[in-house]
């Protein structure tokens, strides 16, 4: 069995077919540029690799160059697209109305309507990815939505409640959704395995850290809180984006400097964070190197994020009643040693003893338990591997 997953955003489309058998990634790629002018990229599993440059005026257009790609010529693994037993899209926000994924159907899709304004930049895409796989390759593939948002349904009012007054939850369904769910499922899931228990036996947090950052308490295999919030900005301190603020913070400088609401959001998603703190730039690598030179405003801001990554774990280990193991992933969390040493540092009252020769050589791609032996909590580098959990819903769901 193949499965498509597709990951459509405002200017680009990725995928990947991977078989389900051998669990093997057979092509991937990535259509960018959509709309602007146009640019393609692709790469089969046994090493073939091509760019272009070619007019892609919409979502349409790339996903049948895609098709025709994977089929014909000199990137082709299938002979025909009825090797593709159903495509898999991930939807960054479901609302409060998809708890986890479905079929596409009609109806479907008219609900979807109706949560699509949760992700204005990310949903509206999403959709078009849908609609332009359903004209190429017809109704009788089946195509599922998977929900970066579904994974937190699980959350108890108490953790997705803002106090705010309760109307505006009641009226525009403001309240905590939290984001990277594929994610953090994911690797909770592998943790568990790791740990050679059932997911319902344990205890995890788990911390996805790249660009955009998130952590979660998955409790029982499911999440019970997590840090971001209505949308995306919320959370801790990540490369463009604020984080958690004392609200007053926006307010404050919306006045002061004559800022609307829009340039308020630009500044938050943005211009803060990472960038924002250190005036140097958005990536982790680059502030380690400024930090190492002792730039001043670089420190602050990593010694900020780590503290906050620490400050969830505690929090996180006292809304479990525990933690069995603690779980690293995404770019700064799979790479950043010096990051994981911080954040585990003096956590032995809650059983985390970090391995520091294991933690200095477990880095991308690399899976490992980098905690002492016999210690307590176990803590966990996984890579994070979001498509191969859509295409294992997608699976399970057209299998009924
Ligand atoms: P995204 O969130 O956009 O998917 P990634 O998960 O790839 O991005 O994470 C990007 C972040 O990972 C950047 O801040 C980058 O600096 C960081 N990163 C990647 N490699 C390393 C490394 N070797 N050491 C520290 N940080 C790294």
Known sequence: MKILVINAGSSSLKY????MVSKNVLAKGNCERIGIDGRFKHQTGDGRKFEREMPLPDHRVAFKLVIETLTSGEGAVIES????????????HGGDK??????????????????INFAPLHNPPALSGIEACRDTLGKEIPNVMVFDTAFHQTMPPHAYTFGVPYK??????????????????????????????????????????????????????KCVDT???????????????????????VTFIMEKEGISPRDMEQLLNKESGFIG??????????LEEATAKGIERSKIAQDAQRYQIKKYVGAYAAAMGGIDALVFTGGIGENSCLLRAAVCENMEYLGIEMDAAKNDTTIRGKEGDIS?????????VIPTNEEYMIAVDTKTIVEG
């Open 277 to 286: 703190i250190s005036g140097i730039s958005s990536d982790d690598r680059d």
């Open 81 to 92: 697209i009825k090797e593709i037993s159903a495509v898999g899209h991930r939807v960054v």
């Open 227 to 249: 840090s971001m919030g209505f949308t995306p900005l919320g959370g801790i301190i990540m490369g463009t984006r604020s984080g958690d603020l004392d609200p007053s913070v």
């Open 168 to 221: 505006y939850y009641e009226k525009y369904r403001v309240r905590r959704y939290g984001a990277h769910g594929t994610s953090h499922r994911y690797v909770s899931l592998r943790c568990a395995e790791l740990l050679g228990k059932k997911p319902e036996d344990t205890k995890i947090v788990t911390c996805h850290l790249g660009n955009g950052s998130s952590i979660s308490a998955v409790d029982a295999g």
């Open 372 to 380: 002492v032996p016999g210690t307590k909590t176990r803590v966990y």
């Open 98 to 115: 998809f708890t986890q994924s479905v079929l596409v159907t009609d109806e479907v899709l008219r609900e979807f309507q109706g949560v």
């Open 16 to 19: 990947q077919l991977i078989d």
